[in-house]
């Protein structure tokens, strides 16, 4: 029955190419919206159809993220590593930036996502590594 395997196994991989596809074509590239998140909490979510800085300060820690031409990249931060300002410019679904020493990760949301929550969740988790 092996060859049912693979007909079963082809069927999975076009499935997902599939929902793939749609789930690619149907992010509004002007709904797109980054959500910072702090520790585990939402600080907030903004559009990256609009241009803006976002100063994050935590305690002692400071982070700048800025958007600009519908992208988001962390202008500024006070971390020790500086991993965070190396990470590049976020414009689409699933990208991130992360700075580990303060726990703080933008991410980018589309507005199909935020209307339907369960379907994110599903997604892997590409912050923890
Ligand atoms: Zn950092």
């Known amino acids: 029955m092996k060859k049912n395997d693979v007909i079963l196994g082809g069927g999975i991989l076009i499935a997902a ?6 789930m690619h074509l149907t992010r509004g590239e002007e709904g797109n919206q980054i959500q910072i998140t702090v520790d585990g ?3 907030g979510t903004y ?6 800085v976002i100063e994050v300060k935590e ?28 990470q590049g410019k ?4 699933t990208q991130t930036i992360v700075c580990l020493p303060h726990k ?5 949301l589309d507005a199909e996502g935020l209307e ?5 969740e599903q997604l892997p988790d590409t912050i923890s590594k």
């Not at 976020?90 to 679904?93: D, Y």
């Not at 703080?104 to 980018?108: A, K, R, T």
């Open 17 to 22: 190419l599939l929902l793939f596809l749609v």
């Open 41 to 43: 909490n939402v600080y």
């Open 47 to 52: 559009s990256l159809a609009k241009d803006q």
């Open 59 to 86: 305690k002692d820690f400071y982070n700048c993220i800025r958007i600009q031409d519908g992208k988001a990249y962390m202008e500024e931060a006070n971390c020790p590593d500086g991993y965070c300002e190396e």
């Open 90 to 93: 976020i414009s689409g679904r």
């Open 104 to 108: 703080l990760v933008v991410e980018v």
């Open 116 to 120: 339907n929550d369960s379907a994110s």
